[in-house]
């Protein structure tokens, strides 16, 4: 009877199956195996099979003589496979003897099948689209790998394109995600491990790592992590996102997510491990610092001086991303004498008329711009430009016209706005949106003081994070003079002698020294 | 171990350049130029020696007691009575410091800044930040030590700049026209603030580098002294004669900067800084009481005393003095004694203690032997 | 649960008690300048200047209207016994809070210069907002119809009095300087002087400027008087303040002025006491161009660009000499730095007679060594604007 339940719990069968407990025998007391008769079988699978219309149950005669079934589903197998390369040979020729696996499998003209000695693998190779061959009288069946289903096909991501660099991004199959990878590292040295989390949805998951780069100790962390999931469905990474961080109440994330397989690829190649989850084009990369995720792959493409100003002005504008309306604030009601003498009286003669203090408009201003933002992706394409125009000139014109908001406020949103564009990675820009309000409201109350002590607890709230055991803070604090010049500035290539302190301790080195290049170099050879 | 955290000397030494630098470049210059006029950019100098020998002293009784604090030293040398004893009075002067300099801060901010906000306010968030960092352990504040050090001191370094135009260095001249003197009467007040290197002892056992922890407590006490010689040199070189005048000169400096008709007015801006020198100076001293007293109750964890100690400093704030004056006239003459005694004294008879105590085991054991 | 009780509770506390120091800009006035008098019941008048922010209509998005100072600020004023309660007055009289943060320029009249200006340099210093670098002047007459002046072409009196002292070679003092001359050895403080442009006929009386005239000399904290344009410049000249000036020479080797154009200066005060006979040489090194030339003198001859820069070492010489006998000898104010000269290199001597300065300092006598460098003669030569023969070459 537990076993029922195991099989409950594992989602595979709804309680109310009408499955009576002595047909169900418990030899390991783990897995329920098939039965001989094939229509026992046959049975059981349909009563688990309930109500599931796109279940086909084919029942056939090989080579005449010998019962069989293949259990498929239809939409995730291919049928055309099915009919040419399985049915065809074997409903033909004839044969006295009942037919053993062996014999079957030979005849098949597949590369690629398993056996399936338990419902539960058999439940499990159908719910991937893999039909699997039931045979009279044999133990084991065939599970023929002949998934298929329409997909679509890989495109440039959306929310992270690039100008210099590759062009594909992950899709939502799994396999085709895997070749993603492995088509950038061919090394036996790539391991790939699978997990199967969620009760209804049984999402395969995948855990790859390059062997000797990444600790042995954070792969095994990660698989530990995941393997703790118990949830009814896991759709996306986020969820597996939320479920194996360390910190879960901080407005930071502390996992890499990326649709790109060069990020991905340059990632492992620096020790770290990714998390690929079939049903979404998203891939996580854990550990992660908060460096890594406020840079771009194009970084690492374009020369190094000029991912290098990038950089700087990327880290500039993070910083007014956060602080500049609560600045602004500050400034402008509690310490009026910092702002230069011509730019306060035009700036009072602008304010002159406008009913809200300075921190109710900057408030109004700012929670406006989010919704815009957030009204622009839900857009169909051809509207959504027509409404960034509308939205940014008319209404911020016609605001000011009408006395609502000053210009220097709006001014000063816009900036904010463009700064949080700046930022790669789209979660933790929202972070950063998400952290100005609270400083805002901090710059109402206490000034430019007030500023200062919500960045100082920012800052160390920052400072107590960490992703899988990485402090996020690394290597600014605490300080890796080695790892600084991938943070600071982005060091040419021929500089990128080791690999990042936390992740690639092991195998410190990734070039042979002396990689700069030059004119002469081409004659070292000669 | 309660602190299970490690930091590098590096991190230990950037730790203690605010901790000193913070009021150091605030209230300080005012009194010892009170004293030392125009040689008040000597007096640093002087001050550091007591900032070396304090170094040298915690590490050599870190040397002959490894891995602990002084609150478990001072149990170990003199006994459990009165090596608790010791330790709570200690421990109570460490709170009283670190109320006083919450007590000048929230003075500072209330009464240039925010003049009409309550001074518990102004108190209370500083508190309550230090309260999180403190929390988060040594190692916490060690990051945060390591972000924010370097904006520090950019930020000194661009005020610097921006004051070149203003300065005469002829204000320095003559230089000793009354002799030595009145900058070692200028030193005092200097030293007041190098005895906080005491501090090192609450993290040397947690040093994973413990060899080069002499080296960097030495840079740390070279480079704080080099920033305050150079703070009171350019206040000196600003305001000459008036200097011992002015109440905060060096904040009266940055508000003279004027430049290219729009830099001007920035002593918000220095504010800001100032009180990020400030939090991790308060949040040191806090760190080190509430580390100090689970020590001394043989506590498991540290974290439960967080925030009760925060209560406590903002009651001792203040309650430290009923109004300015007598708060000025505390710290311009008891507080000289109670943290000489205190940060110097203590350490210096603990180490004559142990090694006195040394010889004893040794003469000892050299006459059964 | 306890935890966001508390929670509620800071917030509830922080939130209801409102924001203690926050002030809107548009409850500012923001004050561009003040100015202080001495009534003759011995009263004290704060004048301020208040600046008036016109929205200038809707849709413009609120630039900055280039119109000149016609009506965009207001003067202030309000009467009291001392400083500070005059200013309490004025606050009294402001639908706004008064602010502080952006006055640049300090206006004493003369009545109040010449009674004593240390309580209000005091004041000044002490008051948390004071900005250090506010210029002081000394007007002729009341300081209030300074800043009721219009100017057409600043935005008011106040810009127009702060660019002069930055641009002209005059004196400047800000009030730290101020403050330092005061509680320096000399006790003397020279501070610029200011009257009111006489309005061109065809305008209103008030539609004029005030301009800079010559220092006012401080001794210890009254005023003993001004010396005019001429004479400041000797004083600039040994103060090393002096920017550029234009002075004429007339050469002895032909008819005609030359109009030289002083660029650069450094000046250096070397202090000599010879058994209690104090002496100072003052070293001057100007830089100088050629700008007008009427004689017909071609001066790219060494010999006579030689000459010219001893005629106008000569000149410098004889406008500090004027200098130094109004102020030094007159006056007797050290507003040269002697004092601090002396005391930098002759530190013991002057412990023991500081208290003498007032009879020494007039006494002290004075070297001028000047060494003028002439570095162009224009962007042509004599010979430009007349035949070959008239130029004199040799």
Redesign the interface.
Known sequence: MDVFKKLVRKGYVSSQTKISADKLQDITGMQIPLSLELNENLQTLQTIYENCLYVVFHNFLISGKTNALLIFIEGLSDKDMINEYVLTPLSQGTSEVQESTPIVQNKISLSNHKEVKTFEEVIEQVSMGNPVLLIDKEMNGIALNLSKWEHRSIQEPVAEPIIKGPREGFTETLSVNMSLLLRKIKSPLFKMNSVKLGRYTQTQIVVAYIEGLADPNLVQEVMNRLERIDMDGVLESGYIEEMIEDNPFSPFPQLLTTERPDAVAAQLLEGRVSILVDGTPIVIVVPTTLFSLLQSPEDYYQRFMISSMIRWLRYLFVVIALVAPSVYVAILTYHQEMVPTTLLLSISKSREDIPFPAFFEALLMEITFEALREAGIRLPKQVGSAVSIVGALVIGQAATAAGLVSSPMVMVVALTGIASFMIPHYSTGVSFRLLRFPLMILAGILGLLGVVLGMITIVIHLCTLRSFGVPYMTPLAPMKTRDMKDVLVRAPWWMLKTRPHLTGAGNKYRQSPGEIPGSSKGDESE | MIEKGK??S??MAMIMYPVVVATGDLFIPAVTAKHANRDLWISPLWGSLIGFFVVYIIFQLHKLFPKETLIQQTERIFGRIVGKIIGISFLFVMLQINSQIIRQYGQF?G????????IL??IG??VL?CG??VR?GL??I???A???VPIVLLTWVLFFILLIPDMEP?NM??IM??GILPSIKGAIPQAAIFEHFVLLTFMLPYLTDLKKGMKWGVISVFITMLTLVLITMSSLF?????TS??AFPVM?AI??I?MA??????E??M??IW??GT?LKISTYYYVFVLGISQWLHLSDYRPMVFPSGFLLIAFSIWVATDVQEFLHFLSTVSYFQSASFEIGIPTILLLAALAQKKIRKNKEGKKG | MKLSYLFICGAVFILLSGCWDRVEVNDLALILGSAVDKNKNNTIEISAQVFIPKKSGGGEQGGMSSDGGNGNTLVRSATGVTVADALSKLKMKLPREAFWGHSKILVIGEKMAEEGISDLVDFMMRSPEARVRKKVFISKGSAKHTLELISPLERSTVEVLREMTEIHSVMDTPIKRLAQMMAGNANAAAVPWIEILPPEPDVKKNQTVPYIKGTAIFKKDKMVGHIDDKVTQGVLWLRNEMRTTTISVAPSEAEGLVTLNVIKNKSELVPKINDNQWSITVKINPVASLIENTTNLSYKNPNFSNELEKDLNEAIENRVKKALAQVQKEMNADIFGFSEAFYRKYPKKWEQTKDQWNEIFPKVKVYVQVASKLVSTGQADTGISRPEKEVKKK
């Not at chain 2, 008709?261 to 920035?266: A, Q, T, V």
């Open positions: 930091i590098s590096l991190q901010v009464n240039v800044f925010l003049v009409k906000t309550p306010i102004v968030s500083i930040v999180f960092a988060g190692e916490v060690a990051r945060c390591q972000l924010f002829r001249l003559p026209a009354k600003i305001f000459g004669d008036i005048e002015l009266i508000r003279y004027e008709g729009f830099i001007e007015h920035l918000a801006l504010m800001a009180v990020i939090f």
